[in-house]
């Protein structure tokens, strides 16, 4: 079946930090993969996305590169702020699919 | 205009009364969705609808009534809810279904507890 795999949280960085969220996914043929952020009381907004291998997808500082020989799609930042202290879900979506599959979220905290 | 909107932010409900979820969007979107978040988890699909039909129901019980009355609006119509459905419900809409591409857009939530 599809399924994504994300690194537990929380994790805790301080301010100007370097990021990595890792994600991996099982699926057939050729999903687009996604990072979405949910900010405290709020819904999810798209970070960035990718839709074939070896597209990097970029937004904001963030990045990830889809990796279809490890089938990953981690996400990294140079240097994080506080502001950045969310929930980050990986996501994929299949072909003729109407379903996102998401990861279990990892909590980022950042301290200044 | 990138916006998915939702009302009301918050609702508290005892398990008698009827309330309604209303989700709006002006993106042209075919494809309409309703999601449950619980804490710390991610969010759950309940329904789906693609050019104002349904297309998916995840098995949600019947207490939840999903309505598409135009291709921009989304209802949720609630009814005899249970104390554990106290959760976030998200709207979301994108383009379309058919291609991997399409991203989906999220409102802000509607924060339900129901005593």
């Known amino acids: 079946g599809n399924s994504v795999t994300q690194m537990e949280g929380p994790v805790t960085l301080s301010e100007e930090a370097f990021l990595t969220i890792n994600c991996t996914y099982t699926a057939t043929g050729y999903p687009s993969l996604f990072w979405y952020v949910q900010y405290p009381g709020e819904g999810l907004q798209l970070l960035l996305k990718a839709t074939k291998a070896d597209d990097k997808g970029s937004n904001k500082g963030f990045e990830a590169t889809y990796r279809k020989e490890t089938t990953s799609f981690h996400l990294e930042k140079g240097s994080v702020q506080v502001s950045d202290s969310a929930v980050y879900f990986c996501a994929l979506r299949k072909i003729g699919g109407f379903k996102t599959i998401f990861g279990a979220g990892t909590r980022l905290f950042v301290k200044a | 205009d990138t916006e998915v909107t939702q009302t009301p932010k918050h609702l508290v409900m005892g398990m008698t009364n009827k309330k309604s979820l209303k989700c709006e969007q002006h993106m042209g979107h075919r494809a309409m969705y309703w999601y449950k978040q619980k804490a710390k988890k991610p969010p759950e699909l309940m329904f789906v609808?693609?050019?104002?039909?349904?297309?998916i129901n995840e098995s949600v019980p019947s207490r939840f009534s999903p309505e598409c009355p135009n291709s921009s609006l989304l209802n949720l119509h609630l009814h005899a809810l249970q104390p554990e459905d106290s959760a976030l419900y998200l709207c979301?809409?994108?383009?379309?279904?058919?291609?991997?591409?399409?991203?989906?857009?999220f409102g802000p939530g509607t924060r339900l507890t129901v005593t």
């Open positions: 979301a809409s994108s383009q379309g279904t058919g291609a991997t591409s399409y991203e989906q857009y």
């Open positions: 609808y693609s050019y104002e039909k349904l297309s």
